[in-house]
């Protein structure tokens, strides 16, 4: 519900929005009447007025929610690259020091550097990126950045 109340999200319709919130609703409709029919006509159940109001707004609330899922996730900008590595957490696989090392993140394997030696299986954050390969400090134990409490102790 908290994407519901940020008041800051601003949607721009495209047309690429319409055809998606047309297609949704197309969609959301034919599967209502696929569920009237498979209800009535396949198990032979007479349902009520109320019943079938009933079990039309609950179709149409799941519906809703469903489409409020997929709006939310086609609005997210992907984020790849040097900005979505800056600030992930990792595990030194071998020694990582001025020269290279090995990392995993995210379950793939990434060279790294660091100003200072970290042994293999410490936990390591990526403070910036050279192409491929990740410049790395190591994390403290209670998991924070290592390089920002520094820069709070100078200040």
Known sequence: MKILMNRNWKFKWKPKWLLVVAALAAVFIFDDILYFLLIEKVFRVELRALFRYLIFAVIL????????????????????????????????LTAVNQDKGWIRVHGERWQAVSDRPIPPGE??????????????????????????????DDA
């Open 61 to 92: 609330l799941l519906n809703g929610l469903l489409a409020l899922a997929v709006l939310r996730v086609l609005r997210k900008k992907p984020i790849t690259g040097r900005e979505a590595m800056i600030g992930e957490q990792g595990v030194a």
């Open 123 to 152: 936990k390591v954050v990526i403070v910036d990126m050279d192409g491929l390969v990740a410049r790395v400090q190591p994390l403290s134990a209670d998991g924070t950045d290592m390089a920002k409490e520094k820069q709070l």
